[in-house]
């Protein structure tokens, strides 16, 4: 099969979707890879890394999605990507359609297949492909959380860790996930009380376990509220899987907060899990309401990409060698899943709410 690896058109986003390591697997079984020149620079591969391996470098975007058959890349297509797209084409990637009806329109209109990294679901009801951005939106989370808490960054100034004679800073985190554990475990680590949420009593057990400075309780809305209003940091890692992510902090509580406090939505992918929550980008990351500093960027792992492009790109190789070999990949059940339209048809069950 031919396949196609872009370069990322989303603001300042720097991953890769394949690394030239696995080009050069699926070069030696028989497929050709087309790269397009630049795609790999923020990661630190160069167009020569590519070329190393038999990878065919196309000049531009044009020329990248002429010449593939399968396209694979990181985020979700934003209009330069939507120029190219054809009907024919097997679209492998993050999609979020559920915060996202025009882009889902416009998909349809294509008539393309487009598979969701985010939706490709394992028996055991894992998300193998949303696991790894997740563990590093997590632990971006609280590190960027922690320097927005900066005084030179509207922050209130504090340091979350504390020290003797001075307070600890308190974080809450809602969900207990993949990224919500994530960032709980990075700001237990560094000193801070946290309060984690969730309705799993295994994941609250496993929250519990972190350390003695971290408490795990069900999300009831009076509880939450309670313990929001005096946070120095929420982070919202709220998610229901290829769905709109539930508003679980609203703004009554936003309010209730302290001047100079952040709030970190991992969730926005998904619509966002705070009601004053609204999509920024790294180029604008930050916004205030009612004194609450906000962070919503939509590409979290992109601010790492060497980091998160070796780590995703890891993952999804055995699926993108699947749908390159496989003419009978629907048969595959994780994969099904992970279709959300086909044929100008909306396929996957969360969207169709």
């Not at 302290?258 to 180029?283: H, M, N, R, Y």
Request: glycine share 10%.
């Amino acid at each position: 099969m031919r396949i196609g690896v872009p370069s990322e058109t989303k603001t300042l986003e720097g991953r890769v979707a394949l690394v030239p390591a696995a080009c050069g697997d699926l070069v030696r079984r028989g497929h050709e890879v087309y790269v397009q020149a630049g795609a790999g620079l923020k990661s630190g591969f160069g167009d020569d890394d590519y070329a190393r391996v038999g990878v065919k470098l196309a000049p531009d975007a044009k020329a990248l999605y002429e010449a593939a058959e399968m396209i694979v890349k990181v985020k979700e297509p934003i209009a330069g990507d939507l120029e190219h797209l054809r009907k024919d084409h097997l679209l492998f990637c993050y999609l979020h359609l559920a915060a996202e009806p025009a882009l889902t329109q416009r998909l349809l209109d294509i008539g393309l297949t487009g598979i969701a990294f985010e939706s490709v679901t394992e028996a055991d009801g894992s998300l193998p492909l949303l696991a790894p951005m997740s563990i590093i939106a997590g632990r971006i989370a609280t590190q960027v959380g922690t320097h927005l808490l900066h005084q030179p960054e509207g922050g209130k100034g504090k340091l979350l860790g504390g020290l003797p004679s001075t307070e600890r800073g308190k974080v809450v985190v809602l969900g207990a996930g993949q990224a919500g554990g994530n960032a709980a475990a990075l700001a237990a680590a560094g000193g801070a009380n946290v309060v984690v949420f969730d309705m799993r009593q295994d994941r609250l057990a496993q929250m519990m376990a972190l350390g003695p400075n971290v408490t795990a309780l069900y999300p009831y809305e009076e509880t939450v509220a309670r313990e929001v209003k005096d946070a120095d940091l929420v982070i919202g890692a709220v998610l229901i899987p290829s769905a709109k992510a539930p508003r679980v902090i609203t703004k009554a509580m936003v309010e209730s907060m302290q001047p100079g406090s952040v709030l970190v939505d991992i969730s926005i992918d998904q619509g966002g899990c705070f009601e004053t929550s609204k999509a920024t980008t790294w180029k604008e990351p930050t916004y205030v309401v009612d004194g609450v500093t906000h962070f919503c960027v939509t590409n979290m792992p992109g601010a790492v990409p060497q980091t998160s492009s070796q780590a995703i790109c890891a993952a999804i190789l055995p699926y993108v060698n699947r749908l390159a070999s496989d003419a009978n990949w629907k048969a595959f059940a994780p994969l099904k899943a992970g279709i959300n339209v086909e044929g100008g048809q909306i396929v996957h069950p969360a969207l169709k709410g």
